[in-house]
């Protein structure tokens, strides 16, 4: 049969194509460019003198780097100039739609933060290797805490209680370590205060459905009556024998101590740090590489699904939760470990909601909150640096300086985070 003079058969199309534009959020050229500003206003208003030395080693390095000495208003302008083109930068991706990578964030953060440093330390001499090392030992318990935190709400558990782990993990490491003259048990009891507290979160948390939030806070109000009561009839009547525990020595790490600069910041520390360094990365494996991770992840997200396929939702969040709190547990027991050989009241100053702070500002991501942590550490630092150089900063800004980059970096820098979906929900199994 000839089928000439016949149409073609149409052919099915896929419907309208829909141009998608990407969403990038204009927040970092807009804090570039405040921060740049802010910059320029304080060089030509409060102009320094003199030449800003940077030493970049410590008296002990086996290769000592030599001293770095820069004109301090011609070190900060130019610095201020790199801050300036960065800014632009960013605008110029931003117009583009495409958001600005991590390198220019990096390097928009060490190029402010030198130019600040070189102005408001003209005329003296900035220890650098003491300045990060220092920001290291303020964040190990912020880092301690975040990981905690991190593992609690992807579980779909609020961990508002960081604060009261690192507390009662302080604690309980300065009263056993005391008792048994090793700062190993002191460390374990400090893992198994951290859990108690967190086994009470998850009671009233997951078993009665109580609002996570309200629990969280209660329980850190609670532990530090608890303790500031025991501190004041236990151990302050009997500080020989209950009070004052085995401090964790330095360990330096042969070859890698010695490395100039990084050595004796990172590898000239005490066995918590290098246990922090492990438990870091056995927790971000964990959480995105292995079976167990990804129902950690399910629950969650959605744990009705998780349930249907054949997980224990609550069981999986105690376990988790247990978890978290035995790490923040460790993060409390620095404190009296290594910084303090003795727990004193309220020792932690509310690093707890620091913690969290770093959880949001990380995106609910353990390498990022570990990041954030380490920024509010150096922070922290700062102030006392500053104070010591006799910088021309007030001090009371200096003083509030950790807990003002703290709300700016969680309000401006974080963008758009999502928390897990279930996070702060309690599951009820219909």
């Known amino acids: 049969m000839s089928t000439t003079g016949l149409s073609p058969a ?3 199309t896929a419907g309208p194509v829909i141009d998608t534009v990407p969403v990038v959020s204009r927040k970092v050229p807009i804090i570039f460019g405040v ?4 910059m320029v206003l304080i060089l030509v208003f409060a102009p320094q003198d003199g030449e800003t030395t940077f030493r970049l080693a410590a008296s002990t390095d086996f290769v000592a780097l030599p001293e770095l000495t820069v004109p301090s208003m011609a070190g900060a302008w130019t610095l201020t100039a790199v801050c300036a083109l960065l ?7 931003y117009v583009g739609r495409r958001s600005t990578p991590v390198w220019v964030l990096a390097v928009f953060a060490v190029a402010w933060m030198a130019g600040f440093l070189t102005w408001a330390a003209a005329g003296e001499s900035v220890p650098v290797v003491g300045l990060l090392a220092g920001s290291i030992a303020l964040a190990v318990p912020l880092v301690f805490g975040a990981l905690g935190g991190v593992l609690g709400e992807r579980a779909g558990v609020v961990n508002i209680a960081i604060d009261g782990q690192l507390l009662f993990g302080a604690f309980a490491a300065a009263l056993v370590g005391s008792l048994t003259g090793s700062p190993w048990v002191g460390l374990l009891a400090a893992m198994v205060a951290g859990a108690l507290v967190a086994l009470v979160l998850g009671l009233f948390a997951i078993t009665y459905f109580v609002d996570q939030v309200i629990v969280g806070v209660v329980l850190n109000v609670l532990v530090i009556g608890l303790t500031s009561f025991l501190f004041s009839q236990v151990l302050a009547t009997n500080t020989p024998a209950l009070n004052t525990p085995p401090r964790f020595p330095r360990v330096p790490i042969p070859v890698l101590g010695d490395i100039p600069l990084v050595g004796p910041v990172f590898f000239r520390q005490t066995a918590i740090v290098y246990l922090l360094y492990i438990v870091v990365a056995l927790v971000a494996f964990a ?3 292995t079976r167990w991770g990804l129902r950690v992840r399910a629950v969650g997200e959605h ?9 224990k939702v609550n069981r999986t969040r105690y376990r988790t939760i247990l978890l978290a709190g035995a790490i923040a547990g460790m993060g409390g027991a620095f404190y009296t470990l290594v910084s303090v050989p003795q727990f004193n009241r309220e020792m932690t100053g ?4 620091i913690a969290l702070a770093a959880v949001i500002f990380g995106k609910w991501d353990p390498i990022r909150a570990t990041l954030a942590a380490l920024l509010f550490g150096f922070a922290t630092n700062l102030q006392g640096v500053l104070a010591v150089l006799g910088s021309p900063v007030p001090s009371q800004f200096m003083l509030m300086l950790p807990y003002v980059i703290t709300i700016f970096a969680v309000a401006g820098l974080v963008g758009r985070s999502r928390p897990p979906a279930a996070d702060g929900v309690p599951y009820r199994k219909e």
């Open 10 to 12: 149409p052919v099915p």
């Open 303 to 311: 744990p009705k699904a998780a349930d249907t396929v054949g997980i």
């Open 350 to 353: 509310g690093a707890g909601y």
């Open 287 to 289: 959480l995105y590489r």
């Open 87 to 93: 800014t632009a930068e960013s605008v110029r991706r």
């Open 35 to 38: 921060l740049t500003l802010g």
